[in-house]
C-alpha cells in the first residue's frame, strides 16, 4: 500500500513537473505572444497570452509589466473588461506613472454607466462607487495627456455625484499629478 501511494505521489509530481514551463520557455512564449499583438493577431495573442499567465512569475519584472498591459489590451479588446481592469491594475501597481494605463482603467470603469451619465438618473451607491474608481485614473490620464474630452468627462462626473469641491480643487491636483507622468513602459533588456 504504501509504494502504491508513492508511486502515485510521484507520478503526479512528474506530472506537474512536465507541464511547468521553464523561463526560457516562457520568454520565447512571450516572444511570440508579441509578434501576434503586434500583427493584430489577436485570437493568437489571447491564445498565447492565457498559457503565459500561470508562469508570468518566470518573465523578468519589466517584461511581465509590459505583457500584462498587452494582455489588457487584448481582454479590452475582446470585451472581457474584467479581465482589462485587472491587468491594468497590474501595470500601475509596478508603474503607477504610466498614465496610458490610468486613463484605459478610468474608462473601464464607468463602461457600463457611460449610458446614464449625461441623463437624469437616480445616483445610487454602486453608481457613485464606480465614478469614485474611475475619477483618480482619469485625473492621472489627464494631467499628463490633457484633452477636452476627458476634462469634460471629470467635470461631469463630479457634477453627477454632487461633488463641487471635485471640481473646484480639480486645477490643484492636475497639477500635482503632473510632476510624474510615463507615457512609455520601462522594459529592461532580457
Given at each position: 500500500?504504501?509504494?502504491?501511494?508513492?508511486?502515485?505521489?510521484i507520478i503526479v509530481i512528474a506530472g506537474k513537473m512536465a507541464n511547468a514551463q521553464t523561463a526560457d520557455e516562457v520568454y520565447d512564449r512571450y516572444v511570440d505572444f508579441?509578434?501576434?499583438?503586434?500583427?493584430?493577431?489577436?485570437?493568437?495573442?489571447?491564445?498565447?497570452?492565457?498559457?503565459?499567465?500561470?508562469?508570468?512569475?518566470?518573465?523578468?519584472?519589466?517584461?511581465?509589466?509590459?505583457?500584462?498591459?498587452?494582455?489588457?489590451?487584448?481582454?479590452?479588446?475582446?470585451?472581457?473588461?474584467?479581465?482589462?481592469?485587472?491587468?491594468?491594475?497590474?501595470?500601475?501597481?509596478?508603474?503607477?506613472?504610466?498614465?496610458?494605463?490610468?486613463?484605459?482603467?478610468?474608462?473601464?470603469?464607468?463602461?457600463?454607466?457611460?449610458?446614464?451619465?449625461?441623463?437624469?438618473?437616480?445616483?445610487?451607491?454602486?453608481?457613485?462607487?464606480?465614478?469614485?474608481?474611475?475619477?483618480?485614473?482619469?485625473?492621472?490620464?489627464?494631467?499628463?495627456?490633457?484633452?477636452?474630452?476627458?476634462?469634460?468627462?471629470?467635470?461631469?462626473?463630479?457634477?453627477?455625484?454632487?461633488?463641487?469641491?471635485?471640481?473646484?480643487?480639480?486645477?490643484?491636483?492636475?497639477?500635482?499629478?503632473?510632476?510624474?507622468?510615463?507615457?512609455?513602459?520601462?522594459?529592461?533588456?532580457?
Open positions: 500500500m504504501l509504494k502504491k501511494t508513492l508511486f502515485i505521489v508579441n509578434e501576434a499583438f503586434l500583427n493584430a493577431n489577436m485570437e493568437k495573442a489571447m491564445t498565447l497570452g492565457e498559457q503565459i499567465l500561470p508562469d508570468t512569475a518566470k518573465l523578468k519584472p519589466g517584461i511581465r509589466t509590459s505583457f500584462y498591459n498587452f494582455m489588457a489590451q487584448v481582454y479590452e479588446g475582446d470585451h472581457q473588461s474584467m479581465n482589462a481592469i485587472t491587468y491594468y491594475n497590474r501595470v500601475i501597481t509596478a508603474q503607477p506613472n504610466y498614465y496610458v494605463a490610468h486613463r484605459a482603467l478610468g474608462y473601464l470603469y464607468i463602461k457600463d454607466i457611460s449610458g446614464k451619465l449625461a441623463k437624469d438618473i437616480i445616483v445610487d451607491a454602486a453608481y457613485i462607487g464606480k465614478i469614485k474608481k474611475a475619477l483618480p485614473h482619469l485625473e492621472k490620464a489627464q494631467a499628463c495627456d490633457p484633452d477636452d474630452q476627458t476634462l469634460s468627462l471629470i467635470k461631469l462626473l463630479y457634477r453627477n455625484i454632487k461633488d463641487q469641491h471635485g471640481i473646484d480643487t480639480l486645477p490643484a491636483r492636475l497639477a500635482q499629478l503632473k510632476k510624474n507622468c510615463e507615457d512609455i513602459l520601462s522594459t529592461p533588456t532580457p
